[in-house]
């Protein structure tokens, strides 16, 4: 991959993350349209996801992802009328869905690069940051294998694929760290193997291993577990939705950076 390309990536995917943030915390906030200083900061926001639209677009307006921002300025009625009294938190989630969009196009070029490359080149090494050697090979091929039942619309198998990647790096990382080390953060007690993935999460981010990028992951993923019958098989006992899938794809590439930050 082209090193400016590389930096490109590197750069915009954490900003988009943050923007992403952001959006989600105004909309959980702005629960008045007359407050003045939630209305203010929604602006502010705005104008910067514009600003990051536009320069991924290349100032373009033809680009795809510049009429996806316009558009989602747009809000129409059941008839497909304009409504000029759009509620304001609704044009926030509008504006989330198109950085998100963003941030899956960027990932999947992150994605690409070694495809492009000699078929002599090696292979990509995105888990280096893995303490156990026999577990890189192990989430590199799911970590493929999600990406590609995703691409084929699979939902609900690149979910489930993608949440054991993140469970399976966070305990990587986890234990690595030591019980010992990690106590101050809340471990509930000293077997990791015992732990849930919820209580995985919150002690590697309480232990400073991971950001706050998991808040983003919706309620399916955090009860991935649970779409596993008693058999290990994994029987889907809800419908994935495309976007739920994205999400939790988008939060591994976020925690892939976190543990591995020279990435």
Known sequence: MDESLRTQIDT???????????????????????????IAA????????????????????AHWLARSFSEAFLMRSATGGVIEAADPREIINRLVAVLEQAVMSLSRL??????????QAPPPRRFQFVHNPELRPVVEQAYSDSRLTFEQGHYGESLLTSCGVLEAIV???LEHS???ALASAGAPTENIADWSFEERLGVAERAGLIHSGCARLPPVARGYRDLT????????????????????????????RDLDPGR
């Open 12 to 38: 915009y995917l954490p900003h988009l993350d943050r923007l992403i943030q952001r959006g989600h915390q105004l909309s959980s906030t702005l629960t008045d349209s007359s407050d003045r200083s939630a």
């Open 42 to 61: 929604t602006r502010v926001w705005q104008q910067d996801c514009g600003v990051t639209v536009n320069q991924l677009s290349g100032g373009s307006k």
């Open 110 to 119: 992150d994605e690409g690069g070694a495809v492009s490359e000699s078929a």
């Open 171 to 173: 305990t990587d990382a």
């Open 178 to 180: 030591g019980i010992a």
């Open 229 to 256: 019958d008693a058999d290990g098989e994994r029987g889907l006992k809800v419908t994935v939705s495309e976007r739920d899938a994205r999400l939790v794809r988008q939060v591994l590439h976020v925690v892939m």
